[in-house]
């Protein structure tokens, strides 16, 4: 067993594992890091203990992270705790605002804290040299932890078993605490720590997201609510294919179950009586068959070739499940929230693996640290924001426009801490709502899959076709969108100033995305959100190549000795040289947006010219085109670039080449602004080309 310290006098109690000694300690009253204060009046029955994952696993970082626990002198189902005092240190967290959704929240003190926070980033100071600090509430036993404001800057723990036959006195692990100098390494070593110390989930990096994450998809949800039918959806898919764009994945979202309300007779499916958005929430489940809708479904395929395929099971593909965290009202008498999590999330996993290929499921209203720490043992991809809004359902005509800048931050933040667990899905949107094209750009650089919600036959093909290549597959980022460091700490939603900056990896070239989201978010006196229309105006932001985490995910960009960057403003249309640290200036109007491609420059063997790949300009995603790229390293100086899809290709060039290939066959080009223009035709059945540039 670990020993842990308690706060003892005006001692110091610094913790060390032999190997890692660990930046934070208890001092007297405070917790410290690195010799700085960064929770005061830390109470006497606090206890901190060192992490054990570096005394028996290898070492996962540099340094050791330290678990928080207490004693209350009274066993209790739910305890409320002071861990110490937060005072003008700016934080970051991610709290719960409704049951399933979570959401970024800024402040400095502990009084700024919401209830239901989840995990909470403490700013690194450069002038003290302070690091970044994580505080990471955490499960224990059949007890569950989240944070919250206390009482004087108190930062509090409350600690529940969800059961008040399920009583406790004495914890050791309820929140963990870790330390280092780059924010996203921070959060990453700190779930590599929790993974060992629970044992209870695995991280996105063990394992492998569905292929549904690289298919263009539709959802019926918006199209239909609760009256989805067979027909409806098959004209629906003939729609999308006709028009260009096929979808390789199609969600039948609530509609399909057999269902009805309480007051209902047993015998009767109550499906269509409920036809507004939640209204199924509360309703029972009849039977695990498909309602009769679906049930009495005759697929025409087998019907032509002699067989009898009835069912759902005739009818679709792929199919999402929606799971929720309505668990933690249930548990009273079933030994609480924490072990009927585990006893569900248990069978789930066994059904994921049985009837979904062990991951071909999309995890929704999940936002909880029950669920992370819990249900993501074979769940690989999962929701990161709350549902697209067309409009308010609170009624503000405005919500049209603030609700999708809303939708944007939850995304970007919430994948900071659920991308560990889950691959992020951005979730759908309609192509031909006001801001869809606000909305495709985030979802074309965001890492995950790309769906939408239109009605049938209502479609903006051309924007679709810049997601959506023609065999239904998209130009999906390495990684997953994450903000960049300078918005962090800052509100990309009602302050009136900040940017939402997000960045991401593909395989060549790295992508900035800059929206202006300003103009409504969560209030803390309505306890809702709510239009914030004072802040919705034009914002000015600066940014350069390192804004891009280059070293990021499993196959990092080496950018070591790169001096210059060629950056590609895609709505814009205009060309960038900038060195790594140089910044360019973006100034949008509210629900604007401009997509950056970012790539470093080589100078070409035997010549002193330069070049850099910029990829396909009419997709949204440019630089994700680039499959392959090779340099020649003699005097003939060449560049092949393998690419996927069709369109206009564009890469910067210092000289203009003598001539350009597709395909091994000599091809027309153009050389403007030190950009080299072709035109790549759609090459079947997979869409791939080689581009070859001779100097």
Same mark, same amino acid.
């Given at each position: 067993?670990?020993? /842990?310290?308690?706060k /003892?006098?005006?001692?110091a109690s610094?913790?060390v594992?032999?190997?890692?000694?660990?930046?934070?300690?208890?001092?007297?009253?405070?917790?410290?890091v690195?010799?700085?204060?960064?929770?005061s009046?830390?109470?006497?029955?606090?206890?901190?203990?060192?992490?054990?994952a570096?005394?028996?696993?290898?070492?996962?970082c540099?340094n050791?992270?330290?678990?928080?626990?207490?004693?209350?002198?009274?066993?209790?189902?739910?305890?409320?705790?002071h861990?110490?005092?937060?005072?003008?240190?700016?934080?970051?967290?991610?709290f719960?605002?409704k049951?399933?959704?979570?959401?970024?929240?800024?402040?400095?003190?502990?009084?700024?804290?919401?209830?239901?926070?989840?995990?909470?980033?403490?700013?690194?100071?450069?002038?003290?040299?302070?690091?970044?600090?994580?505080?990471?509430?955490?499960?224990?036993?059949?007890?569950?932890?989240?944070?919250?404001?206390?009482?004087?800057?108190?930062?509090?723990?409350?600690?529940?078993?969800?059961?008040?036959?399920?009583?406790?006195?004495g914890?050791?692990?309820?929140v963990?605490?870790?330390?280092?100098?780059?924010?996203?390494?921070?959060?990453?070593e700190?779930?590599?720590?929790?993974?060992?110390?629970?044992?209870?989930?695995k991280?996105?990096?063990?394992?492998?997201?569905?292929?549904?994450?690289?298919?263009?998809?539709?959802?019926t949800?918006?199209?239909f609510?609760?009256?989805v039918?067979?027909?409806?959806?098959?004209?629906?898919?003939?729609?999308?294919?006709e028009g260009?764009c096929?979808?390789?994945?199609?969600?039948?979202d609530?509609?399909?179950?057999?269902?009805?309300?309480?007051?209902?007779?047993?015998?009767?499916?109550?499906?269509?009586?409920?036809?507004?958005?939640?209204?199924q929430?509360p309703?029972?489940?009849?039977?695990?068959?498909?309602?009769?809708?679906?049930?009495?479904?005759?697929?025409?395929?087998?019907?032509?070739?002699?067989?009898d395929n009835?069912?759902?099971?005739?009818?679709i593909?792929?199919?999402?499940?929606?799971?929720?965290?309505?668990?933690?009202?249930?548990?009273e008498?079933?030994g609480?929230?924490?072990?009927?999590?585990?006893?569900?999330?248990?069978?789930?996993?066994?059904?994921?693996?049985?009837?979904?290929?062990?991951?071909?499921?999309?995890?929704s209203?999940?936002?909880?640290?029950?669920?992370?720490?819990l249900?993501?043992?074979?769940?690989?991809l999962?929701?990161?924001?709350?549902?697209f809004?067309?409009?308010?359902? /609170?009624?503000?005509?405005?919500g049209?426009f603030?609700?999708?800048g809303?939708?944007?931050?939850?995304?970007?933040?919430?994948?900071?801490w659920?991308?560990?667990?889950i691959?992020?899905?951005?979730?759908?949107?309609?192509?031909?709502?006001?801001c869809?094209?606000?909305?495709?750009?985030s979802?074309?650089?965001s890492?995950?899959?790309?769906?939408?919600?239109?009605?049938?036959?209502k479609?903006?093909?051309?924007?679709?076709?810049?997601?959506v290549?023609?065999?239904? /597959?998209?130009?999906?980022?390495?990684?997953?969108?994450?903000?960049?460091?300078?918005?962090?700490?800052?509100?990309?939603?009602?302050?009136?100033?900040?940017?939402?900056?997000i960045?991401n990896?593909?395989?060549?070239?790295?992508?900035?995305?800059?929206f202006?989201?300003?103009?409504?978010?969560?209030?803390?006196?309505?306890?809702?959100?709510k239009?914030?229309?004072?802040?919705?105006?034009?914002?000015?932001?600066?940014?350069?190549?390192?804004?891009?985490?280059?070293?990021?995910g499993?196959?990092?960009?080496?950018?070591?000795?790169?001096?210059?960057?060629?950056?590609?403003?895609?709505?814009?249309?205009?060309?960038?040289?900038?060195?790594?640290h140089e910044?360019?200036?973006i100034a949008?109007?509210?629900?604007?947006?401009?997509?950056?491609?970012?790539?470093?420059?080589t100078?070409?063997?035997?010549?002193?010219?330069?070049?850099?790949?910029?990829?396909?300009?009419?997709?949204?995603n440019?630089?994700?085109?680039i499959?392959?790229?090779?340099?020649?390293?003699?005097?003939?100086s060449?560049?092949?670039?393998?690419?996927?899809?069709?369109?206009?290709?564009?890469?910067?060039?210092?000289?203009?080449?003598?001539?350009?290939?597709?395909?091994?066959?000599?091809?027309?080009?153009?050389?403007e602004?030190?950009?080299?223009v072709?035109?790549?035709?759609?090459?079947?059945?997979?869409?791939?080309?080689?581009?070859d540039?001779?100097?």
């Amino acid at each position: 067993m670990v020993p /842990s310290v308690r706060k /003892s006098g005006s001692g110091a109690s610094g913790l060390v594992d032999g190997n890692n000694p660990s930046l934070i300690s208890l001092e007297g009253s405070n917790f410290v890091v690195n010799g700085h204060i960064f929770l005061s009046d830390v109470p006497d029955n606090i206890t901190l203990s060192p992490s054990p994952a570096t005394l028996t696993e290898k070492t996962i970082c540099d340094n050791a992270g330290s678990f928080v626990g207490f004693d209350s002198k009274e066993s209790k189902d739910r305890h409320v705790v002071h861990i110490g005092k937060l005072k003008s240190i700016k934080f970051m967290s991610i709290f719960r605002f409704k049951v399933w959704w979570t959401t970024h929240w800024v402040g400095s003190n502990g009084r700024d804290l919401e209830h239901e926070t989840q995990i909470v980033m403490l700013d690194k100071s450069d002038d003290s040299g302070r690091p970044y600090v994580l505080l990471l509430p955490l499960i224990e036993g059949p007890f569950r932890a989240s944070l919250q404001p206390g009482d004087d800057d108190y930062v509090d723990v409350c600690v529940e078993s969800g059961s008040t036959k399920v009583c406790g006195a004495g914890f050791r692990s309820v929140v963990y605490l870790h330390a280092g100098d780059d924010p996203y390494n921070l959060v990453k070593e700190a779930m590599e720590a929790v993974r060992v110390h629970l044992g209870t989930f695995k991280l996105l990096e063990e394992k492998t997201p569905p292929g549904i994450v690289d298919k263009f998809g539709w959802c019926t949800w918006d199209a239909f609510y609760l009256n989805v039918h067979p027909q409806g959806v098959w004209d629906g898919v003939k729609g999308l294919v006709e028009g260009g764009c096929p979808p390789g994945l199609v969600l039948i979202d609530d509609g399909w179950q057999s269902i009805s309300h309480d007051e209902d007779p047993i015998t009767e499916e109550g499906m269509n009586a409920a036809v507004g958005a939640g209204e199924q929430m509360p309703c029972r489940l009849l039977r695990f068959q498909e309602n009769y809708k679906f049930r009495d479904y005759e697929s025409l395929k087998s019907l032509a070739a002699g067989a009898d395929n009835k069912g759902m099971g005739a009818f679709i593909k792929d199919l999402k499940e929606e799971f929720n965290t309505l668990l933690e009202m249930l548990c009273e008498d079933y030994g609480g929230r924490v072990d009927l999590a585990k006893a569900y999330y248990k069978a789930l996993t066994a059904s994921v693996r049985k009837h979904f290929k062990g991951n071909g499921v999309i995890a929704s209203m999940e936002h909880c640290n029950d669920f992370m720490f819990l249900g993501t043992e074979a769940i690989s991809l999962g929701r990161v924001g709350d549902d697209f809004w067309c409009t308010d359902p /609170s009624g503000d005509p405005n919500g049209t426009f603030w609700l999708q800048g809303c939708h944007m931050v939850h995304c970007a933040y919430n994948s900071l801490w659920m991308g560990n667990f889950i691959h992020p899905d951005w979730d759908m949107f309609q192509s031909t709502h006001p801001c869809a094209e606000f909305h495709a750009a985030s979802r074309a650089i965001s890492g995950g899959p790309i769906y939408v919600s239109d009605s049938v036959g209502k479609h903006n093909f051309p924007l679709l076709k810049r997601l959506v290549l023609p065999d239904g /597959s998209i130009l999906r980022c390495n990684y997953y969108a994450l903000p960049t460091r300078d918005c962090l700490f800052e509100d990309p939603l009602h302050d009136g100033n900040t940017m939402l900056k997000i960045w991401n990896l593909n395989k060549f070239t790295g992508v900035i995305g800059t929206f202006n989201c300003q103009g409504g978010g969560w209030c803390r006196e309505t306890r809702r959100n709510k239009c914030a229309a004072q802040f919705s105006h034009s914002v000015t932001a600066k940014t350069n190549p390192r804004d891009i985490e280059w070293n990021s995910g499993k196959n990092p960009i080496s950018i070591e000795g790169v001096q210059i960057f060629a950056m590609y403003l895609s709505k814009s249309k205009k060309l960038v040289l900038s060195k790594p640290h140089e910044n360019i200036e973006i100034a949008l109007e509210p629900f604007n947006f401009e997509l950056i491609t970012v790539s470093p420059v080589t100078t070409l063997a035997g010549k002193p010219a330069q070049f850099a790949p910029i990829g396909l300009v009419n997709m949204l995603n440019t630089g994700g085109a680039i499959q392959s790229l090779a340099y020649t390293n003699d005097s003939n100086s060449s560049v092949q670039i393998g690419i996927k899809g069709s369109g206009e290709m564009r890469v910067f060039a210092s000289e203009k080449p003598r001539s350009c290939k597709i395909d091994g066959r000599d091809v027309a080009f153009e050389y403007e602004g030190y950009m080299v223009v072709t035109q790549v035709p759609w090459s079947p059945p997979s869409g791939l080309s080689t581009v070859d540039y001779l100097f």
